[in-house]
């Protein structure tokens, strides 16, 4: 046994050492491995460009800039060679395989790379109305929805932006770039820091309600709970205590703890508009509506469109199975409509009234029917009590009568 281990260990001792050796000849050493960095990458393929963007967010060394090209009717990649370091990150980074540094784009294609980038990009749910424009508008198909919410492969993401292009709401979409987290959480520990050394004043109520944690913003990166004179609980996304100071909204670099953000549409220019002609009635509409936008008329029992409410995210007309459901002026859409809102306050309030009445009218027969039964009771009583005095009296004459004779 104990010469059979001694062998090996020869043999693997002798194999280390030849390699050793011929370490200068071996082939792995001078063939460059599969990422090799070399001179700046070119543009190899500029039809094939979406204008993504993908490259110039994933350049360390901010060198690349989107210019319009007159010749494609679009913007291109430009790189600057004096900034450019031959990172190659643009190269993997790009969905359509537009650049190229010798063989890189070829040699690493395929493999698996968790793209480098300055902005990192994610949902907030509270402010999603999850109209799936953003998942249909991703290049390289990162999005998608789980468990009714959508959410972002940060490993995959390219950080292109094409989803908060095709986002109809303000801020649905956060953008966290790294100068932002690194001055949030410096703060963070600057706060924590006098915090510890008892020198931190702090003001209490100085935020109207206490904080609540959005999940899908937080990045469980800390700051919140570092600064917080309460207690957070980050494994259950929850404000245990809290004294109302606002710190933990000031060093959150995702917005993820806040106490309130309204929705707020980007497109006020246009707005949607059923045709009653075309309508079949199916109501696909007003299920796939997330912001409630979309009434059923009491009259025509056909669904039609509320202006004011809706935010214009194209969805009803995108499912609408027979291009019923098209795009209008916001005035001409308040327009068509306005008959139909007039008719159905009127119908709600005769509605309303009518119930009311027979609320009444039910309390008021309720009343009669018991004024009745106790008068019935009443005059019942009395006549058992005239029949009995009656038959008394004639008992009684029927006594002294007989006394008599």
């Not at 090799?36 to 094939?48: D, N, V």
């Not at 294609?109 to 109305?129: A, H, P, R, T, W």
């Not at 001409?332 to 005769?350: F, N, P, T």
Request: aromatic fraction near 6%; charge should be neutral; glycine fraction near 4%.
């Amino acid at each position: 046994m104990a010469s059979s281990l001694w062998y090996l260990y020869e043999f693997a001792r002798k194999k280390w050492i030849k390699r050793f050796i011929d370490a200068k000849s071996d082939k792995s050493s001078y063939i460059p491995p599969e990422r090799y960095r070399k001179i700046p990458p070119i543009i190899k393929f500029p039809e094939r460009c979406i204008s993504c963007e993908a490259c110039k967010e994933s350049c360390p060394a901010f060198a690349i800039e989107m210019i319009y090209n007159e010749s494609y009717n679009k913007k291109l990649p430009e790189i600057d060679d004096g900034s450019c370091v031959a990172c190659a990150n643009c190269i993997e980074a790009c969905p359509t395989g537009v650049l190229e540094m010798d063989k890189h784009r070829v040699e690493t294609e395929g493999l698996f790379f968790d793209i480098s980038k300055y902005n990192n990009l994610i949902i907030d749910e509270e402010v999603c109305v999850r109209c799936g424009n953003c998942e249909r508008a991703c290049p390289i198909n990162v999005i998608e929805r789980k468990e009714g919410k959508y959410v972002i492969d940060m490993a995959s993401c390219i950080s292109c932006k094409e989803c908060i292009k095709a986002c109809p709401i303000e801020n649905a979409i956060v953008v966290v770039d790294e100068k932002t987290l690194k001055e949030k959480i410096d703060k963070a520990f600057e706060i924590k820091n006098k915090k510890i050394a008892g020198k931190l004043e702090i003001k209490e109520n100085a935020i109207e309600e206490v904080p609540h944690i959005v999940n899908s913003l937080c990045i469980t990166c800390g700051a919140c709970k570092d600064v917080c004179v309460g207690e957070i609980d980050l494994t259950e996304k929850k404000v245990i205590e809290c004294v109302r100071c606002g710190l933990c909204i000031d060093v959150c670099p995702t917005t993820a703890i806040r106490v309130y953000v309204p929705i707020i549409p980007k497109k006020r220019d246009i707005c949607y508009v059923i045709d009653e002609d075309l309508c079949i009635g199916c109501r696909i509409c007003q299920k796939v509506c997330e912001v409630n936008a979309i009434n059923i008329s009491r009259e025509t029992k056909l669904p039609y469109i509320v202006p004011e409410s809706c935010i214009s995210c194209g969805v009803c007309e995108r499912e609408c199975p027979v291009g019923a459901i098209k795009v209008v002026k916001p005035e001409e859409a308040k327009e068509a409509v306005k008959v139909r809102i007039i008719e159905d306050k009127i119908i709600e309030s005769i509605e309303a009234d009518l119930m009311l009445y027979t609320e009444k009218y039910g309390k008021v027969k309720e009343e009669i029917e018991n004024l009745s039964l106790k008068k019935l009771k009443e005059e019942l009583k009395r006549r058992v009590y005239e029949e009995n005095k009656r038959i008394k009296e004639m008992k009684r004459e029927l006594y002294d009568k007989g006394n008599n004779s």
